[in-house]
């Protein structure tokens, strides 16, 4: 029988599309019920106006999450506190989409956006590897493969390489831009500082949803 280790374990593998860090990290799970095979997740924002194109698939992902784990037959997620949280909840627990979910407002799905934001994960994760490589001497990186390198921010790199559909080989490059082209020795300064760049907007973000959220709830022992 699944217990609520085993829920907040599948949870920790979904992100904020965004910050491209863990919900549990975050501090954005509020609770997990389980009875028999169901299971009912709580999700809390930052703020009760956070962009419900983010919300939606934070909901939806988690609920597929957690439908995936063995001997779960429902997952309900209660996203509570925002302003769209009915639409969202509805739409989700329905099996639709963001677009079913506001109809008079959105006009498409969210691939696109996801994608973005995945392409921006990558750059970001691409510096810290650099940078952990640049600390222990290594000073050739267009001439290593991803053989080569090691390390959680490696493995989500291989991670999102593979859902963006670039090569995620063991052989292939271990650096490459958004759209997967290698860098090359000439152009690796300029794609260190853009990487550099997006780390420290994503990371700059995190800190001030810890912070809202902190506030929001008065949370004790969370990390801002």
Known sequence: MTAVPDVLCALEGVRDPELDQSLV???????????????????????YFCAPN????????????????PGVHRARIALEDHFTA????????????????????????????RTL????????????????????????????????????????CRELRAALGLDARPEAPAFVAADGVPV???????????????????EGNAGLCRGLLKTRYDLEGVAA
Request: hydrophobic share 50%; proline share 3%; net charge negative.
């Open 117 to 156: 934001f995945r392409r921006k994960a990558l750059l970001a994760r691409q510096g810290r590897v650099i940078d952990s490589l640049k600390a222990t001497g290594v000073k050739d990186l267009a001439a290593l493969r991803l053989s080569d390198v090691e390390g959680p921010d490696a493995d989500r």
């Open 184 to 202: 090359g020795a000439a152009d690796m300064p300029r794609f260190v500082r853009m990487t550099h760049l997006v780390s420290l907007s994503l």
């Open 25 to 47: 990290e975050l501090g954005f799970v509020a609770g997990v019920q389980v009875e028999r095979d169901a299971v009912v997740v709580r999700l809390r924002l930052p703020t």
């Open 86 to 113: 009915e639409e969202i909840n509805r739409a989700v627990d329905c099996g639709e989409g963001f677009v079913e979910a506001f109809p008079d407002h959105a006009a498409e799905e969210l691939d696109e956006l």
């Open 54 to 69: 983010f919300a939606f698939l934070m909901v939806a992902d988690a609920r597929a999450a957690v439908e995936d784990l």
